[in-house]
């Protein structure tokens, strides 16, 4: 079942899209053999006509668009010829080659009488699918040495899960012995952030408190993603390019944005369509197999709330993300230069004070007034009646409209992105492939700034109540100046509330490093995180040459389990929303990358594996079996 907007299902697509065997040579088989040239004469005559039109539409256009009343996306793609692949016969155009696999499998479950995960409304509750959802599973691999590898899954979930990553790793070592080479270390379980799919599967009990739902389908169909993607493994290329997507995001916590230094900020305000508040970057990776050259899949990161789809939205699905996949595998299938189960990954960034509802948050309460820039509040002082509102918020359709719309916009430039690298390709280059995890306690972390002062974390606190445990003063003193609600790193009854103990994790392939979140980083701290690794990794990583490729950093997530909001200092001192769901106190992304620095060394291409995690006994609880249902 689609999202409800109408995308001409029914209509035949044109022959030069659809690669469909010629109606005119299946219609005139028992014909005479004259007749069964003329007609398949006037079908390569009219093929021909076809390709002339999309050259001419290239040629004036140098865009692409999607045409109004058709049933599939029609391209014209920056010179790109829809009907081929570019000249890749060089191997120096492809860069070195790499084990590669994708696959995909629906991780729906139940979508009625089960709560949505991602708003906290337990009257949020399924009453049916409006999309299925899927986990996405891309394996990367050196040729040479195959044990060298990593996963990197992509759910249609709200976010990774410590539980469900437990479910997965677990299952796969009941795989058998082809399977031993996946472990902690180089699972990454990544969530696209929707707010739109069944919840009940989380291993803490703070989120899910709010919801019951479907942990075994989540599992189960990562994992056959993940076999899916191990069982199609083969040699192949893989590139990389940056574009920029307009229109499908904007900063929702501006007025915590605007306390990162000025000179900060004017690094990243280019224009005033990308004025740096949030990240206009989608980066893109294409996999390609060596067999035949044909492409397998792309997997992108572009931060964007998965958010279109709205509270009172009660069918499943999997939010702008979803739909962006969505297209983007439904606009390759006629394309000779695809393989049949081609696999588009649409990854979350650092989405944390990042909205899809890009016209703004407005009081719906007659005034007609927009929302209070400092702090989201009505006239009533109150936030309740604050509303934000996506491209096409009039249509009363819980948001599906908007989502649409949302996914639209990402998987248009990607899809462009894409036609550019099959044309000119940017190669990953070097046979390195690493991948590092550990789980750090965030609880009392005591480390050194980089101006030399001391700094430690907290135990887990959000915004000071007694409701259920008074914090000392000494958590109410670390935390400052957050108020706190709820001091839920000290609370253990029935079972660990939030995590203390934090996922951090490394992937590396070739000039490709990407940082796997466990927690929703906000625009500037995700930034700040990538550039202290990019930093950090030019010196360390690769040697000093004029052909030596420059880092690519991105940053995924958030993944493994869910350590909700990751702020700059400045953000939260200001204590917005996501200010005040920094868990660890206002060191919290300080830690984060003082941790991920001390372990890049396991990323360097001679390294030894870093040690399996049973050697080092440090394990955060799995409570997939005493999980509380709500």
Known sequence: MSLSHDDGAGQRPPPYLAYDEPEDCQQTIREKPSSIWRACLRWLVNLLGYYCAISFVI???GNWEILPGSSLLQ??????????????SKPDLLGDRYLIGVGKADITGPVVEVNLM?????????????????????????????EERFVYLVLDTQSG???VRYGIVNGLKELGPAYDVYSHHNIAVTGTHSHSGPGGWLNYLLPQITSKGGYRAIVDGAILSIRRAHESLQPGYLSVGTTKVYGANINRSLFAYLANPEEERAKYNTSAEDDGSVEKDLTLVKFQRASDLKNIGVLTWFPTHGTSLLGNNTLIAGDNKGVAAYLFEKSVRPDLSAADDFVAGFSQANVGDTSPNVLGAWCEDGSGQMCSFENSTCSDGRSQACHARGPFFRVEDEGASSCFEIGKRQFEPARALYGLLKVTPIPIHGKTVKAFHTFHNMSDFTFTLSNGTEARTCPAALVVSRLLKDATPSQRACHHPKPILLDVGEIHKPYDWTPNLADIQLFRVGQLLIIISPGEATTMAGR?????????????????SPNTPDPVVVLGGPANSYTHYITTEEEYAIQRYEGASTLYGPHTLAAYINVTLSSLHHLAADTPPPP??????????????VSMSF
């Open 612 to 625: 399996p995690h049973e050697e080092v006994g440090v394990f955060p609880p799995d409570n997939a079996n």
């Open 59 to 61: 040629a004036i256009s």
């Open 528 to 544: 700040r995180w990538k550039s202290a690794v990019h930093t950090a990794a030019a010196a360390s990583l690769f040697p000093s």
């Open 118 to 146: 991602g708003y906290a409304d337990p009257k949020q509750v399924g009453t049916g699918l409006r999309q299925r959802i899927y986990s996405r599973a891309f394996i990367v691999g050196n040729v040479d040495r195959p």
């Open 75 to 88: 391209w014209t793609t920056h010179g790109a010829p829809p009907l081929g692949s570019a000249d890749n």
């Open 161 to 163: 899960d410590t539980a």
